[in-house]
């Protein structure tokens, strides 16, 4: 059984501060890594969509994957109080073109 | 460029009715899948169309089913609710033709099982 895992949070960071969210995965073949950001009452925005080792970098936010060790993070620099919300993490099933399998997410809190 | 339309947004049944759902996805994809929210188990896969075609299925009852049109708009049905399907239903769309590619969901259909 494939599995995401997330840590459910609440990680509460200081405004401006970097806020660090980590993601494992069982299946050593997946190939593509998926983050979204989703708002209470709202649904899932993709961030950042990272497949290569090493750091994606966009604006505010890093995608850091590292498919030795199964773990994929997401870096969010200079935090803002609307950075609050969930963050999935979801990887898709080996041969499943838009079939993914989703962590629990991770709840931010930016307190000013 | 328009992104995936879900419809309704929101709606109220009561238990034993059934349910449709519509998405409409991103103009050129030509795969949609579906997807559940619930508190409780989070978000959970129910099946992806490509070109008019089921072609994965999540661990669902039989009483959700869909389907897809040429024009690659999808519907999806749950028969028979019961108020465990309350829930936001997410659409999400992708060309579908390579693993490695962007996936878009929509705003959901919130439902409510009374």
């Known amino acids: 059984q494939k599995e995401v895992e997330q840590n459910s949070g609440p990680l509460s960071v200081p405004e401006g501060a970097i806020a660090s969210l980590n993601c494992t995965y069982s299946?050593?073949?997946?190939?593509?890594f998926f983050w979204y950001r989703q708002y209470s009452g709202k649904s899932p925005e993709l961030i950042m969509f990272?497949?290569?080792?090493g750091d994606k970098e966009d604006g505010r936010f890093t995608a850091q994957l590292n498919k030795a060790s199964q773990y994929v993070s997401l870096l969010i620099r200079d935090s803002q109080p609307s950075d609050s919300a969930t963050y999935l993490c979801?990887?898709?099933?080996?041969?499943?073109?838009?079939?993914?399998?989703f962590g629990a997410g991770t709840r931010l809190a930016v307190h000013p | 460029k328009a992104g995936v339309t879900q419809t309704p947004r929101y709606l109220i049944k009561t238990r034993g009715q059934q349910v449709t759902l519509s998405c409409s996805p991103i103009s050129g994809h030509r795969s949609v899948s579906w997807y559940q929210q619930t508190p409780g188990q989070g978000l959970q896969f129910l099946f992806e169309y490509f070109s008019e075609t089921q072609r994965n299925k999540g661990n669902f009852p039989g009483r959700f089913s869909g389907r897809q049109f040429s024009n690659s708009r999808s519907e999806m049905n749950v028969s028979t609710l019961e108020l465990g399907d309350s829930a936001l239903y997410l659409c999400a769309s992708s060309l579908g033709t390579v693993e490695l590619n962007t996936i878009y969901f929509g705003e959901g259909s919130w439902l409510t099982v009374v």
């Open positions: 979801a990887v898709p099933f080996s041969g499943g073109y838009n079939k993914l399998i």
């Open positions: 299946d050593r073949g997946s190939q593509s």
């Open positions: 990272i497949y290569s080792n």
